[in-house]
C-alpha cells in the first residue's frame, strides 16, 4: 500500500483535507481514557495532530518513510517507520505493551489492511474492556453541480481502471468492511456515522487533491496521464462558471467506532 503514495507524497501532505473537530470530539467522548492513541496508516498526520489535542500521547505508524516526512511536528506524538508486516515483538517494542491502548485510529487506510492480522494486533494492544477503535473514509469532494458532473465522469470512467480493489470499500462508505467490535456506550450500532469535512479550496488545490490518489501515480507510471489538456480544460470551465475562483469543497466522512470488549 504505501508504495502507491510514496512518489506523490508531498501532494498528499497538500492535497488532503483535515478532518473535522466534531469527528474527534465524539471519537474522544466514547473513550474512557485518553492517554494514549494508536494512529496507524498515519501518512502525513492529518488525523495524527488532531488527536494530539485531545490525548497525552500519540503513536503515528506509517510503512512510508516519504509520507513521514511530511508529516506535522507536534510536541506529543512521536512517529515511526514500521515494516509492511510487523510482527507482535515488533507491535510491543513500537507501540506497547498488551492492553496498554486507550484508541487505535484508521483514517483513510483500513480499506488497505490485511485486516484479520490488523485486528489480532489492536485487540492485543487495546485496554479491555473499553479500548476504543475507531476507522474511518471520505468519499468523493463535492463542489456543485456542473464541477460534481465533470468529476462523475472523471472518477468512473478515467481513473476508474486504475483504482486497487479496495477501493471499492470507501466508494461503499465502509458499510461492507469486516468490523468485529461492540458499539460503543450511547450507540446502538458500530456505524457508519455521518461527518463531513468543509475545505476552501481553488482548482489548483482540486487538482493537487485529484493528483495524490494513488489511481493517479498507478496510471501515471503506466504512461498515462489522466488530467489531460482537455479534462483540464472541463473542469476549468466547470469551475469558473460562477464567477468565484474559490469554492467550499465538502467530503463526505463514514466513521466506524467499536469497543474492544472482553475478548475471554
Not at 53 to 66: E, F, Q, R, W
Not at 85 to 104: F, N, Q, R, W
Not at 165 to 174: G, H, Q
Request: hydrophobic letters at 40%; glycine letters at 4%; one cysteine or more.
Amino acid at each position: 500500500m504505501a508504495k502507491l503514495f510514496i512518489k506523490q507524497a508531498q501532494q498528499y501532505s497538500k492535497g488532503r483535507p483535515s478532518y473535522p473537530e466534531e469527528l474527534f470530539n465524539f471519537i474522544a467522548s466514547k473513550t474512557p481514557c485518553h492517554d494514549l492513541v494508536w494512529d496507524v496508516g498515519t501518512g502525513s498526520g492529518q488525523a495524527a495532530k488532531s488527536l494530539a489535542k485531545l490525548y497525552k500521547n500519540v503513536i503515528a505508524t506509517d510503512t512510508s518513510p516519504k509520507q513521514l516526512e511530511f508529516a506535522a511536528k507536534v510536541p506529543n506524538v512521536r512517529y515511526i517507520c514500521t515494516s509492511p508486516k510487523m510482527s507482535m515483538s515488533e507491535i510491543e517494542t513500537k507501540i506497547g505493551a498488551e492492553s496498554s491502548v486507550d484508541l487505535v485510529t484508521i483514517a483513510q487506510a483500513m480499506h488497505w489492511f490485511d485486516l484479520p492480522t490488523f485486528y489480532q494486533q489492536a485487540k492485543w494492544l487495546l485496554k479491555k474492556p473499553n479500548g476504543i477503535i475507531a476507522a474511518w473514509c471520505y468519499t468523493v469532494p463535492e463542489v456543485n453541480i456542473s464541477v460534481d458532473a465533470i468529476f462523475e465522469k472523471f472518477y468512473t470512467v478515467d481513473v476508474g481502471p486504475y483504482w486497487e480493489s479496495p477501493r471499492k470499500l470507501v466508494d461503499e462508505k465502509y458499510q461492507t468492511i469486516d468490523f468485529p467490535f461492540e458499539a460503543v456506550d450511547g450507540c446502538d450500532h458500530n456505524g457508519p456515522f455521518d461527518f463531513k469535512i468543509e475545505k476552501v479550496m481553488d482548482l489548483d488545490s482540486y487538482f493537487t487533491y485529484l493528483k495524490s490518489w494513488s489511481a493517479y501515480q498507478t496510471a501515471k507510471e503506466k504512461g498515462v496521464e489522466l488530467l489531460t489538456h482537455d479534462v483540464v480544460e472541463k473542469f476549468t470551465s466547470a469551475w469558473n462558471e460562477d464567477g468565484k475562483s474559490q469554492k467550499i469543497v465538502t467530503y463526505p466522512i463514514y466513521l466506524r467506532i467499536g469497543k474492544v470488549g472482553n475478548l475471554y
